[in-house]
């Protein structure tokens, strides 16, 4: 990209030098070297730059501090050379110079760069010596453009949400409609029963069932049968007894459970979308037993930036819906947007916790994260795709075990480790060993 | 008539026990008490703290155990300070590339790019913008300015320091060092 420039950039140092030479000297110099210039395309008086590079260089480059229509590090620079122009008398010059050396001009005792360096609580602004003046050029007729407006495209696409909540939303009114059949038909035979019960009496006939009292009643039967009676007794007790045991299996396990958080934090969109490490916000996972609930100001490295939502939008969750959670987030951290400093008075996020196992079972994050390396995923399940996180595992003792004696622990270049496998693998005769055989099944491992 | 009855009070008793089940609820615990721990525990909620707020800032003044104090303000003069004079306390057989480059790629390399030439995941999204390359020449930064960023951030980058121990800061510091030369070279 800087090749392609390198012509445009020779040239607007000419005409630069010009410029400053127009500045000084009579206008009658100006007309002759507008002649002399004349062959060049890109006149004194027509600067602009491109646009469309100036916009990839001020992604690249200023974009860090600078946001086109809002404070950020530094100031918001929409127009800013027009700005500059009328509000303080500058011009591209000293913009010029302000890009390039900024310190240089403070250390000067220029008025205008010692206000804005106050101004910004003394935020030295990074020196670009490699933006060349064409560069800037780019750059300024990109900050020169008018603002886009928002598109107003109405509602999102019904088809644009994620497939399991339109599924599960489908499923509802297929079996709402099924409902409703089976109502219908029913209320269908009851009738037909009756029109058909009153044809009957109309011409006399007597409906076979009326003979009741010449039968045995049917539990009089029963009753009367006591083999039946025994097996039934049985067959009750059995099947209680089964219902009974699965009740209290599932007793404090919150396979499933899914509470609402105080603020919508969708894991799908940060550690999906955007693909963000699980350890990056629970680093603690590496290190301690917790895997820790980042704090807010871990949330604020990226939301300082990030003020509103542009990903896909979903009927359920809109890009309202989403910013009014990032404002959730600011409110708690004290954040002023608009002023860009932490003015408010923070307040605790009060998360509902999840995972939770009693307090006479032992876990370390650390030992399965770090020493054992085992995937987070394996353990809590396809987080990067759940909106809202609910509980995978089960987290029985029966379903840690099972792990245990299944996963094979990794023993390569670990010296730590050299002397127990040797000696381990003889004693069972195998060459992986799994977690269990190197005492993951010990009683006093989880429970003391 | 009778039996209509019957139906409409199964179906009343079935729909009452199941809309009990609901997943924003815990399930019930058997003996909570040997459930719920005695001692105070991580994020938990007891009266003698602010607010019963077990989650605290360490004491002012404190530093904890593997750490040391850092000298160097949030100021821009400190910031050129340790830039010029901060130098890493671990020598050539304490750095640990690999594990750098581990910690680099989970808190660093989401913006700056795993290469660090600021094409992480997050710029290529364009969720964050203005992203440097370490070999910015502007920029120009050296071991200390590194590690002082990474421990106070700067401009639109946040502090490193509650995610990274300082042992473990001072190890991306060196895995940024080697991307940096690898840039420009």
């Known amino acids: ?448 | 008539m009778k039996s209509l009855y019957k139906i409409l009070l199964i179906t009343i008793l079935v729909g009452a026990f199941t809309s009990c089940q609901k997943d924003s609820r815990p399930n019930y615990q058997y003996m909570p008490n040997m459930y719920e721990p005695v001692g105070y525990e991580a994020y938990g909620e007891y009266e003698v703290f602010p607010n019963e707020q077990e989650a605290m800032l360490p004491a002012e003044g404190t530093i904890a155990r593997g750490m040391s104090a850092y000298d160097y303000k949030n100021t821009e003069d400190d910031y050129q300070a340790a830039k010029a004079n901060l130098v890493s306390p671990l020598d050539s057989t304490q750095v640990d590339l690999e594990r750098g480059k581990v910690l680099y790629d989970i808190y660093c390399g989401i913006c700056h790019g795993n290469k660090g030439a600021g094409q992480g995941t997050l710029a290529k999204r364009e969720k964050i913008l203005g992203i440097p390359s370490y070999a910015d020449a502007g920029r120009a930064i050296t071991e200390g300015s590194i590690y002082h960023v990474i421990y106070y951030g700067r401009n639109s980058m946040g502090s490193y320091a509650s995610q990274l121990s300082e042992e473990e800061r001072w190890q991306v510091t060196a895995y940024v060092e080697k991307l940096k030369t690898d840039l420009e070279k």
Not at chain 1, 7 to 14: A, P, T, V
Not at chain 1, 237 to 245: E, G
Not at chain 1, 298 to 309: G, P, T, V
């Open chain 1, 1 to 448: 990209m800087k090749k392609s420039y390198q012509s445009l950039e020779d040239n607007s140092d000419h005409t630069m030098k010009q410029v400053i030479n127009r500045n000084l000297s009579s206008r009658f110099l100006l007309l002759g070297l507008i002649a002399l210039l004349s062959f060049s395309s890109h006149t004194i008086f027509a600067q602009d730059g491109d646009p469309v590079a100036g916009k990839s260089l001020f992604n690249s480059q200023c974009a860090a501090c600078h946001k086109l229509d809002k404070k950020m590090t530094g100031p918001a620079l929409r127009n800013v050379e027009a700005r500059l122009a009328e509000d303080e008398g500058l011009d591209r010059q000293w913009l010029y110079s302000w890009i390039r050396n900024s310190a240089g001009m403070i250390k000067a005792g220029d008025a205008y760069a010692n206000k804005i360096y106050n101004e910004y609580n003394k935020t030295a602004m990074t020196a670009f010596p490699q933006l060349s003046d064409a560069d800037i050029d780019n750059i300024l007729a990109y900050t020169a453009q008018p603002k886009e407006e928002p598109k107003n495209t109405g509602l999102p696409p019904i088809d644009g949400g994620p497939k399991g909540e339109t599924s599960s939303f489908s499923n509802k009114i297929i079996l709402g409609a099924l409902a409703l059949l089976f109502a219908l038909l029913a209320a269908g035979l009851f009738l037909v029963n009756k029109t058909l019960r009153r044809f009957a009496d109309e011409k006399g006939i007597a409906v076979a069932s009326d003979d009741r009292e010449e039968r045995t009643p049917i539990w009089k039967a029963f009753v009367q049968n006591q083999f039946l009676v025994l097996m039934s007794a049985i067959f009750l007790l059995l099947a209680s007894a089964y219902f009974a045991y699965g009740w209290m299996m599932q007793v404090d396990v919150n396979q499933g459970y899914q509470p609402i958080q105080p603020i919508h934090f969708s894991h799908k969109i940060h550690a999906g979308d955007n693909k963000i490490d699980c350890k990056y916000c629970h680093s603690s996972a590496r290190v301690s037993k917790h895997s820790g609930i980042p704090s807010l100001n871990i949330c604020m490295n990226c939301h300082k930036s990030i003020a509103e939502y542009n990903g896909e939008v979903t009927p359920e969750y809109s890009k309202e819906f989403y910013d009014g959670e990032i404002q959730k987030l600011y409110k708690a951290a004290g954040w002023n947007d608009a002023e860009q400093q932490y003015s408010g008075t923070p307040s605790a996020v009060k998360w509902v916790r999840i995972h939770n196992l009693p307090d006479f079972a032992y876990f370390n994050h650390s030992q399965h994260v770090t020493v054992a390396g085992v995937e987070c995923q394996t353990c809590h399940g396809p987080v990067e795709e759940m909106e809202i996180v609910y509980q995978h595992a089960p987290l029985t003792m029966g379903w840690c075990i099972n792990c245990h004696r299944e996963t094979n622990v990794d023993l390569k270049d670990n010296a730590y480790y050299t002397k127990i496998h040797e000696e381990l693998s003889k004693k069972y005769g195998v060459n992986e060993l799994t977690a269990a055989q190197m005492g993951g099944l010990e009683c006093g491992k989880c429970h003391y």
